[in-house]
Protein backbone atom coordinates (compact mmCIF):
# COMPACT_ATOMS: atom_id res chain seq x y z
CA UNK A 1 0.00 0.00 0.00
CA UNK A 2 1.11 3.46 -0.90
CA UNK A 3 2.21 5.70 1.82
CA UNK A 4 1.79 9.35 1.16
CA UNK A 5 4.42 10.24 3.77
CA UNK A 6 7.50 8.42 1.87
CA UNK A 7 9.97 10.66 1.14
CA UNK A 8 8.94 13.62 3.56
CA UNK A 9 11.80 14.80 5.78
CA UNK A 10 11.18 16.43 8.91
CA UNK A 11 13.04 20.24 8.36
CA UNK A 12 14.55 22.50 11.61
CA UNK A 13 11.65 24.50 12.09
CA UNK A 14 8.28 22.55 14.39
CA UNK A 15 6.30 20.22 12.48
CA UNK A 16 3.27 20.10 13.56
CA UNK A 17 2.45 16.58 12.98
CA UNK A 18 5.77 14.61 13.12
CA UNK A 19 7.79 14.68 16.53
CA UNK A 20 10.59 12.73 14.68
CA UNK A 21 10.64 10.86 11.21
CA UNK A 22 7.67 8.86 11.26
CA UNK A 23 6.61 9.03 14.40
CA UNK A 24 3.12 11.22 14.58
CA UNK A 25 2.41 12.99 17.38
CA UNK A 26 -0.44 11.74 19.50
CA UNK A 27 -3.26 13.70 18.49
CA UNK A 28 -2.32 13.50 14.81
CA UNK A 29 -2.57 9.53 14.56
CA UNK A 30 -6.32 9.39 14.05
CA UNK A 31 -5.43 11.77 11.12
CA UNK A 32 -2.44 10.08 9.86
CA UNK A 33 -4.72 7.20 9.73
CA UNK A 34 -6.66 8.39 6.99
CA UNK A 35 -4.35 10.02 4.86
CA UNK A 36 -1.26 7.59 4.60
CA UNK A 37 -3.13 5.12 2.21
CA UNK A 38 -4.29 8.18 0.30
CA UNK A 39 -2.53 8.64 -3.30
CA UNK A 40 -1.16 12.48 -3.13
CA UNK A 41 -2.92 13.32 -6.65
CA UNK A 42 -6.17 12.56 -4.80
CA UNK A 43 -5.01 15.14 -1.89
CA UNK A 44 -4.23 17.59 -4.48
CA UNK A 45 -7.48 16.87 -6.33
CA UNK A 46 -9.34 17.58 -2.94
CA UNK A 47 -7.27 20.90 -2.29
CA UNK A 48 -7.68 21.75 -6.32
CA UNK A 49 -11.68 21.15 -5.29
CA UNK A 50 -12.43 23.31 -2.40
CA UNK A 51 -10.25 26.22 -3.69
CA UNK A 52 -12.69 26.18 -6.74
CA UNK A 53 -15.64 25.69 -4.44
CA UNK A 54 -14.34 28.94 -2.46
CA UNK A 55 -14.10 30.36 -5.62
CA UNK A 56 -17.40 29.86 -6.71
CA UNK A 57 -19.07 31.23 -3.29
CA UNK A 58 -17.00 34.30 -3.21
CA UNK A 59 -14.27 33.15 -0.09
CA UNK A 60 -11.62 35.24 -1.53
CA UNK A 61 -8.97 37.75 -1.48
CA UNK A 62 -7.75 40.40 -3.55
CA UNK A 63 -4.39 40.10 -4.38
CA UNK A 64 -3.02 42.34 -6.43
CA UNK A 65 -6.36 42.92 -8.73
CA UNK A 66 -6.61 39.31 -8.94
CA UNK A 67 -9.33 37.62 -7.12
CA UNK A 68 -7.96 34.40 -5.06
CA UNK A 69 -9.78 32.01 -2.95
CA UNK A 70 -9.16 32.13 0.60
CA UNK A 71 -6.18 29.64 1.51
CA UNK A 72 -7.17 26.55 3.49
CA UNK A 73 -5.42 23.37 4.70
CA UNK A 74 -7.18 20.33 3.93
CA UNK A 75 -5.51 18.87 6.94
CA UNK A 76 -6.69 20.34 10.24
CA UNK A 77 -4.34 21.36 12.94
CA UNK A 78 -4.76 20.14 16.05
CA UNK A 79 -4.47 21.87 19.40
CA UNK A 80 -4.91 20.04 22.49
CA UNK A 81 -7.13 21.20 25.09
CA UNK A 82 -3.95 22.63 27.72
CA UNK A 83 -2.58 24.68 24.28
CA UNK A 84 -5.74 25.91 23.47
CA UNK A 85 -6.83 27.33 26.69
CA UNK A 86 -3.16 28.81 26.95
CA UNK A 87 -3.29 30.45 23.25
CA UNK A 88 -7.22 31.62 24.53
CA UNK A 89 -5.89 33.10 27.56
CA UNK A 90 -2.17 34.93 26.02
CA UNK A 91 -5.23 36.26 23.10
CA UNK A 92 -7.11 37.52 25.69
CA UNK A 93 -4.18 39.42 27.22
CA UNK A 94 -2.80 41.03 23.84
CA UNK A 95 -6.23 42.61 23.00
CA UNK A 96 -6.91 44.03 26.61
CA UNK A 97 -3.11 45.22 25.94
CA UNK A 98 -3.95 46.61 23.02
CA UNK A 99 -6.94 48.56 23.97
CA UNK A 100 -5.85 49.86 26.45
CA UNK A 101 -2.92 51.08 24.68
CA UNK A 102 -5.58 52.64 22.26
CA UNK A 103 -7.56 54.10 25.27
CA UNK A 104 -4.13 55.74 26.32
CA UNK A 105 -3.06 56.96 23.14
CA UNK A 106 -6.46 58.40 22.68
CA UNK A 107 -6.88 59.48 26.36
CA UNK A 108 -4.38 61.09 28.83
CA UNK A 109 -0.90 59.94 26.72
CA UNK A 110 0.91 58.20 29.73
CA UNK A 111 2.99 56.63 27.29
CA UNK A 112 4.07 59.56 25.33
CA UNK A 113 4.46 60.91 29.01
CA UNK A 114 6.56 58.00 30.06
CA UNK A 115 8.85 57.95 26.86
CA UNK A 116 7.68 54.27 26.16
CA UNK A 117 6.18 55.61 22.48
CA UNK A 118 7.50 58.58 20.65
CA UNK A 119 4.40 61.14 20.38
CA UNK A 120 5.72 61.70 16.80
CA UNK A 121 5.20 58.00 15.99
CA UNK A 122 1.65 57.97 16.24
CA UNK A 123 0.07 61.71 15.28
CA UNK A 124 2.04 61.62 12.18
CA UNK A 125 0.75 58.21 10.99
CA UNK A 126 -2.08 58.19 8.68
CA UNK A 127 -4.14 56.04 10.82
CA UNK A 128 -3.91 58.50 13.90
CA UNK A 129 -8.06 59.82 13.66
CA UNK A 130 -7.50 62.89 15.46
CA UNK A 131 -11.58 63.12 15.53
CA UNK A 132 -11.66 60.40 18.11
CA UNK A 133 -9.68 61.78 20.55
CA UNK A 134 -10.91 62.17 23.93
CA UNK A 135 -13.43 59.85 22.81
CA UNK A 136 -14.85 57.17 25.25
CA UNK A 137 -16.58 54.53 23.31
CA UNK A 138 -19.88 52.55 24.76
CA UNK A 139 -17.93 49.90 27.10
CA UNK A 140 -14.61 51.32 26.17
CA UNK A 141 -14.14 48.82 23.10
CA UNK A 142 -12.20 50.41 20.35
CA UNK A 143 -11.32 46.74 19.10
CA UNK A 144 -14.21 45.04 18.02
CA UNK A 145 -12.22 42.25 15.79
CA UNK A 146 -9.06 41.44 16.02
CA UNK A 147 -6.52 39.00 13.89
CA UNK A 148 -3.86 37.64 16.15
CA UNK A 149 -1.24 35.42 14.01
CA UNK A 150 0.29 33.27 15.57
CA UNK A 151 3.30 30.86 14.70
CA UNK A 152 5.15 28.22 16.97
CA UNK A 153 9.19 28.48 17.16
CA UNK A 154 11.67 25.53 16.67
CA UNK A 155 10.65 24.54 19.95
CA UNK A 156 6.93 24.41 19.02
CA UNK A 157 5.98 27.75 21.61
CA UNK A 158 3.36 30.22 20.13
CA UNK A 159 4.85 33.08 19.23
CA UNK A 160 2.61 36.05 17.79
CA UNK A 161 3.56 37.29 14.55
CA UNK A 162 1.32 40.03 14.10
CA UNK A 163 -2.22 41.69 15.48
CA UNK A 164 -4.43 43.06 12.83
CA UNK A 165 -7.22 45.14 14.69
CA UNK A 166 -8.33 47.46 11.75
CA UNK A 167 -9.62 44.29 8.80
CA UNK A 168 -8.27 41.09 9.55
CA UNK A 169 -8.08 39.01 7.26
CA UNK A 170 -11.23 36.61 6.94
CA UNK A 171 -13.24 38.38 8.38
CA UNK A 172 -15.44 39.14 4.95
Do not use: C
Amino acid sequence: MADIFDGYRLAQAWDEMFAAPGQPRPPYAPIISVLQPMDPAELRFRADQLARVFTDRGVTYDFAGEERPFPLDLIPRVIDAIEWDHITQGVKQRVRALEAFLADVYGPGRAFDDGVVPWRLVYTSPRFRREVADFEPPNGVRVHVAGIDLVRDEAGRFRVLEDNVRVPSGVS
